[in-house]
């Protein structure tokens, strides 16, 4: 989707004009300029977010969620969180204007700081934004911090993601991030449940993720999800299965190199393919996205 007239981009988005005057592109969040409208704005996706997301969402977000200052009326404050995270996991949350250079993005993951949106939609955005805000970081992202599993997985991404960029790598391990931390489910308690924060931060594919026909879940495969592409503008076509959140610390221990060599040498996977050693968990009927697909050309 294409900006519009009044779209009003941030950081890295907005050219030169979003760029701030630190190196590390962090900002003051500057909490107390909230304007009520603002809080408003938070306080109608919280109300709407929990009470989706029992039955749906991963225990660790739960957990978090529980012991996090996050409150539903107002948008939280950086320093009562980082105070909370660090006891607990070590890490804490930086405000950023938006969008930053992934270098910069992955020297702050390294070294346990989580990089969040200053800024929150406006109150006619509510259920679509081109750029993660602060209600997509904060609520989406910083409850899984809280779980150790998740807190060394996002420290070892940052790593990765400095070396992938020296490998020439760099789009194989997106798919990875992209297919866990925003967009990943896992199996609990006999069900599938939501840990990716583009997900949890999405009242409609918090829906979609687990309820709808159309896509595809599949389990797990790191060199298949490192060749699969992903939509950036709808609703997966394809959702990855961990058998447990505790997976995520093998594949921090992992030496990608010589995957990235693999994977490199075969076809790039579009985002509704199912192969033939796929673990199918549901095969979907991609009903959604052929409709999408009239409706475009409609137009």
Same mark, same amino acid.
């Given at each position: 989707?294409?900006?519009?007239? !009044?779209?009003?981009?941030?950081?890295?988005?907005?050219?030169?004009?979003?760029?701030?005057?630190?190196?590390?592109?962090?900002?003051?969040?500057?909490?107390?300029? #909230?304007?009520?409208?603002?809080?408003?704005?938070?306080?109608?996706?919280?109300?709407?977010?929990?009470?989706?997301?029992?039955?749906?969402?991963?225990?660790?977000?739960? !957990?978090?969620?529980?012991?996090? =200052?996050?409150?539903? !009326? @107002?948008?939280?404050?950086?320093?009562?969180?980082?105070?909370?995270?660090?006891?607990?996991?070590?890490?804490?949350?930086?405000? &950023? =204007?938006?969008?930053?250079?992934?270098?910069?993005?992955?020297?702050? /993951?390294?070294?346990?700081?989580?990089?969040?949106?200053?800024?929150?939609?406006?109150?006619?955005?509510?259920?679509?934004?081109?750029?993660?805000?602060?209600?997509?970081?904060?609520?989406?992202?910083?409850?899984?911090?809280?779980?150790?599993?998740?807190?060394?997985?996002?420290?070892? #991404?940052?790593?990765?993601?400095? @070396?992938?960029? @020296?490998?020439?790598?760099?789009?194989?391990?997106?798919?990875? #991030?992209? #297919?866990?931390? *925003?967009?990943? /489910?896992?199996?609990?308690?006999?069900?599938?449940?939501?840990?990716?924060?583009?997900?949890?931060?999405?009242?409609?594919?918090?829906?979609?993720?687990?309820?709808?026909?159309?896509?595809?879940? /599949?389990?797990?495969?790191?060199?298949?999800?490192?060749?699969?592409?992903?939509?950036?503008?709808?609703?997966?076509?394809?959702?990855? &299965?961990?058998?447990?959140?505790?997976? /995520?610390?093998?594949?921090?221990?992992?030496?990608?190199?010589?995957?990235?060599?693999?994977?490199? @040498?075969?076809?790039?996977?579009?985002?509704?393919?199912?192969?033939?050693?796929?673990?199918?968990?549901?095969?979907? !009927?991609?009903?959604?996205?052929?409709?999408?697909?009239? *409706?475009?050309?409609?137009?």
């Amino acid at each position: 989707m294409s900006a519009t007239a !009044d779209t009003v981009l941030h950081g890295l988005a907005a050219g030169e004009a979003g760029r701030p005057d630190s190196p590390d592109w962090t900002i003051p969040q500057n909490w107390a300029a #909230y304007t009520p409208q603002e809080h408003a704005t938070w306080a109608t996706l919280y109300q709407r977010q929990m009470a989706l997301l029992p039955g749906r969402a991963c225990e660790a977000f739960v !957990d978090g969620m529980r012991r996090l =200052p996050i409150e539903p !009326d @107002r948008i939280p404050d950086f320093e009562r969180l980082s105070e909370v995270l660090m006891r607990h996991t070590g890490w804490q949350v930086v405000a &950023v =204007p938006g969008l930053v250079p992934d270098d910069v993005f992955f020297e702050h /993951l390294a070294h346990r700081r989580f990089p969040a949106g200053q800024f929150i939609r406006r109150a006619d955005q509510l259920d679509y934004l081109q750029e993660p805000d602060v209600f997509h970081d904060v609520f989406g992202h910083v409850p899984m911090l809280m779980h150790p599993v998740m807190a060394d997985f996002i420290q070892a #991404y940052g790593h990765g993601g400095l @070396r992938a960029q @020296r490998l020439g790598a760099l789009d194989m391990l997106a798919r990875v #991030y992209w #297919y866990t931390v *925003e967009f990943g /489910l896992v199996r609990e308690s006999g069900a599938l449940r939501i840990y990716g924060a583009g997900i949890v931060s999405s009242a409609s594919e918090s829906r979609f993720c687990l309820e709808s026909p159309s896509p595809h879940r /599949l389990g797990f495969d790191l060199a298949r999800v490192m060749r699969t592409r992903y939509r950036i503008d709808d609703f997966q076509q394809t959702y990855f &299965v961990l058998d447990r959140l505790d997976d /995520l610390l093998r594949l921090a221990e992992i030496d990608f190199a010589p995957l990235y060599e693999q994977v490199s @040498r075969l076809d790039t996977l579009s985002a509704d393919a199912v192969l033939p050693q796929d673990t199918v968990i549901t095969r979907g !009927d991609g009903r959604y996205h052929r409709q999408r697909a009239l *409706e475009l050309q409609d137009r």
